[in-house]
């Protein structure tokens, strides 16, 4: 049976007047589309658009696919949507808001509210603009994000609400049916000791592990991926867990993370023959993939393109259900890769992607060593992405700070990503300036100005993800600048919730100072520079502590950890409440 979740008053197409309009979801909505129809009434609502029966709604908007969709859109092939494609569009009095499933239909919603000018910052910080009633042009949209994969790897990303509502479909932000659901591996990396146990089959078969300098070992040590056996014992493993777990997508097959492939000489003939050590790594894959595909058609293997196996082999493809995980650890993160600092890199995208349809990448966007460091990369991700998505990737994994809030800008980074994930030709400036003012309000154009700074820093100045606080973008002159304008961005915040953001923000720099203290202090007074900080360390150290562990509305959670390794922050301010000899 119809339900109206709400009934609200819209203009449609040119407005001239107020018309009235329901909110009508598909009588056979799935769960994720008949709460997606439940969020547009709400937002709806919150815009202050007038609600008004049913039986008075001269517009109706129909959700998802429908009886009423498919006379409207009779040119549609419901069926043959993309499983995230969406329909956009207003026939007569009335707006079809549909798609493919599980979440074109979802995704339309959002894609709809964006249009009317709401959004999802960060799980904490939602904009809804107030409105009299809602002016949209006549629509006929028709489109499909330009990754089947994305996965902008924060820590407050993971909140399945605002991932769903931005678009992300990653494992991690716990997608259910109620989201959409999201994309599922069984294993996700670095999955051969899982797979292969050395404490089960060591003893018995040491042939099946690397050979380094004549002798087998899973010392920091891979599988000897040629051998048969081996291979028969992995696929068996893989097919048992993919039984126990049927919302795998994907399923993991891929090398550890350290280097010492195995030497033996058939792994070596091959690894020669194709000219990179990746070919007796994809020939595993391929193998694994052959075994799965007649019980598991939908399932593909996913491999790694990682440090040892970056470069593409010769000749070697992958199997149409194989996806390849290049990773970009090793680029320099100030420039786009698409920079002469990043050429070899760039060359294996281009090279992968000559082998096949399913590419994606593992990027990096954060300082492991140090996640609240700045990492000024604000400027590459629009750029990186758009060539990702001009190369054939299908998807995107861009590993941020994902153990607690406070990594450097995340909230922005995040929120960009999302956006440019879903379309890599939007302006990166453009969403960049938008999240800004959004988000910090009248402390915006201070902080911008401290990302056009930070960035500039990177551009002629090598960044990489384990740089230490001395990283020569981190020099003296640049913190004095950013200090600055933190400083302003504090002062013109205005209200409680704002500043919060900006101080949250203003870690990141004092993060350094506190880290970097003896080295600047002594350089700030050889050179006559004045010194912008208290001249106590524990003082400093204790207000940044204050703001780390400060309280935020409904979403936020304190910041716990400063680094991969987990770092506690109270274990940092500790350390640097001791004041270093002058
Ligand atoms: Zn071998």
Same mark, same amino acid.
């Given at each position: 049976m119809r339900s109206t979740v709400a009934l609200v008053t819209l203009f449609v197409g040119i407005a001239v007047a107020p018309a009235q309009i329901a909110v009508v979801p598909s009588p056979e909505a799935t769960l994720a589309e008949n709460r997606a129809a439940g969020e547009l009434a709400k937002y709806l609502g919150e815009m202050g658009v007038n609600i008004v029966p049913i039986s008075k709604a001269a517009t109706k908007i129909y959700i998802g696919q429908s009886r009423q969709a498919a006379r409207l859109c009779p040119d549609i092939d419901w069926k043959r949507l993309g499983n995230e494609e969406v329909i956009l569009r207003t026939v007569g009095d009335d707006l079809v808001v549909g798609g493919g499933r599980p979440r074109g239909s979802v995704y339309a919603v959002y894609r709809l509210l964006d249009r009317l000018g709401t959004r999802w910052w960060t799980p904490w910080a939602t904009s809804v603009p107030k409105r009299r009633g809602l002016a949209l042009p006549r629509l006929n949209i028709r489109e499909k994000p330009a990754f089947e994969y994305r996965e902008p790897f924060w820590f407050h990303v993971f909140d399945p609400d605002w991932a769903m509502r931005n678009a992300v479909n990653g494992q991690t932000e716990n997608l259910d049916e109620a989201h959409g659901g999201g994309t599922y591996y %069984?294993?996700?990396?670095?999955?051969y000791y899982p797979l292969v146990p050395p404490e089960k089959y060591f003893a018995t078969?040491? %042939?099946?592990?690397s050979l380094i300098n004549g002798k087998r070992t899973t010392d920091n040590a891979q599988l000897c991926t040629t051998n048969l056996e081996m291979r028969r014992v992995l696929l068996e493993e893989v097919k048992r867990r993919l039984r126990a777990n049927p919302k795998a997508a994907i399923v993991s097959v891929s090398q550890n993370d350290c280097f010492n492939p195995c030497q033996c000489d058939v792994c070596q003939a091959l690894a020669k023959a194709e000219g990179s050590e990746s070919a007796p790594v994809l020939a595993l894959a391929n193998f694994v993939a052959d075994g799965i595909k007649d019980e598991f058609p939908k399932v593909a293997v996913d491999t790694l393109a990682y440090q040892y196996t970056r470069h593409a082999p010769k000749t070697l493809r992958p199997r149409p259900n194989v996806i390849v995980r290049l990773c970009s650890i090793e680029c320099d993160f100030g420039v786009p890769l698409t920079h002469a600092r990043n050429k070899d890199f760039a060359n294996d995208v281009r090279d992968w992607s000559r082998l096949t349809q399913r590419l994606y990448v593992w990027d990096y966007v954060t300082?492991?060593?140090?996640?609240?460091?700045?990492?000024?990369n604000v400027g590459v991700l629009g750029p990186n992405l758009k060539f990702f998505s001009e190369n054939g990737v299908k998807g995107v994994f861009e590993e941020g700070?994902?153990?607690?809030?406070?990594?450097?800008m995340a909230e922005l980074k995040a929120w960009m990503m999302a956006q440019l994930m879903w379309s890599p030709k939007a302006s990166p400036r453009k969403l960049r300036d938008e999240f800004l003012r959004g988000y910090y309000g009248k402390a915006a154009t201070a902080i911008g100005k401290y990302v056009d700074l930070m960035d500039a820093a990177a551009a002629t100045r090598p960044a990489h993800i384990y740089d230490g606080p001395n990283a020569p973008y981190l020099a003296l002159p640049i913190l004095q600048n950013a200090e600055s304008l933190w400083t302003q961005a504090e002062r013109a915040a205005g209200d409680a919730e704002t500043l919060r953001r900006v101080k949250v923000g203003h870690l990141s720099i004092r993060y350094v100072w506190l880290r970097n203290w003896a080295a600047l202090r002594r350089e700030a007074s050889n050179s006559g520079q004045p010194w912008p900080l208290p001249d106590s360390r524990k003082a400093v150290a204790e207000e940044w502590l204050s703001v780390a562990k400060s309280a935020g509305p409904r979403g936020w959670s304190p910041?716990?950890?400063?680094n991969e390794g987990s770092q506690s922050v109270e274990a940092f301010v500790k350390a640097m409440s001791v004041q270093p000899p002058p």
């Open positions: %069984e294993g996700f990396v670095h999955t078969h040491p %042939e099946w592990y300082n492991f060593a140090h996640y609240i460091q700045p990492l000024p700070d994902y153990n607690s809030n406070g990594g450097d910041v716990s950890v400063v």
